[in-house]
C-alpha cells in the first residue's frame, strides 16, 4: 500500500516560512541562543535567558489575549508564560529580573497570526534544548525546564495551530510583515 504523503503546509504558511526565514536565522544567531548548547553554559546564564523570554512573551501573549483580540483563542493558542514563570520560580527568580520589552499591539487577525507564528513556532525546537539542558545542567521538567519541554507532540500542536490560523485569514503580506517583526523585537531583545 503506498505511503500517506503528509499534507502541505497552507499557502500562507509556506509563504511565512519562505519570506521570514531570514529573520529566523538572525533570531537563532544571537548570542544567548547560541550559548545554549554549548557544554560550558550555566544556570545563571540560563535564569537570565529565561527572564529574558518572560519579557518579551509577557506583554506580547499580554496583547494578543486581550479580551478585544480572538485570533490566538480560534488558533488554539496555549500561553507560554505560565511554564516560563514556573522555570524562573524553580531558580527562586522574582520578577524584578524580567524587563518588558516594548512590543507593539498586532493590528488585525493576519498580523496576530503573523507574531502567533513566531510564538507557536518556538515550541517546536523546545524538545533539543530540554534534552540538551537536561544533560548539560541537570534540569528536569518538573524543575526549570517547562518552558522548552511543555508540549508533549509539538508537531500535532503545530499542525492544528497552521490549519487554524489559515482558516482565519490569508493575507499573507500582513502576517510576513507581523511575524519578521515580531523576530526582530525578540533578536533585539534578547541582544540587548
Known amino acids: 500500500m503506498p505511503r500517506e504523503q503528509p499534507a502541505a503546509p497552507p499557502p500562507l504558511f509556506a509563504a511565512l516560512r519562505a519570506r521570514t526565514e531570514a529573520a529566523h536565522r538572525r533570531l537563532e544567531a544571537t548570542p544567548r541562543l547560541r550559548r545554549l548548547l554549548s557544554d560550558d553554559y550555566g544556570r545563571g546564564e540560563y535564569v537570565a535567558l529565561l527572564a529574558r523570554f518572560a519579557g518579551f512573551f509577557g506583554p506580547l501573549e499580554d ?6 483580540r480572538d485570533a490566538a483563542r480560534r488558533c488554539g493558542y496555549r500561553p507560554r508564560m505560565p511554564a516560563l514563570s514556573a522555570d524562573l ?3 527562586g527568580a522574582t520578577d524584578d529580573r524580567v524587563q518588558a520589552a516594548a512590543v507593539p499591539a498586532p493590528e488585525g487577525t493576519a498580523a496576530e497570526i503573523g507574531c502567533l507564528y513566531v510564538l507557536e513556532g518556538s515550541r517546536l525546537g523546545g524538545t533539543q534544548i530540554a534534552r540538551r539542558l537536561g544533560e548539560t545542567l541537570g534540569l528536569t521538567p518538573e524543575h526549570g525546564l517547562r518552558f522548552f519541554s511543555g508540549d508533549t507532540a509539538p508537531g500535532r500542536g503545530w499542525k492544528a495551530f497552521r490549519h487554524r490560523a489559515a482558516a482565519l485569514s490569508d493575507d499573507a503580506d500582513r502576517a510576513v510583515a507581523a511575524a519578521s517583526q515580531t523576530f526582530a523585537l525578540l533578536q533585539h531583545h ?3
Open 63 to 68: 496583547r494578543l489575549l486581550a479580551p478585544d
Open 89 to 91: 520560580r524553580a531558580f
Open 190 to 192: 534578547l541582544e540587548a
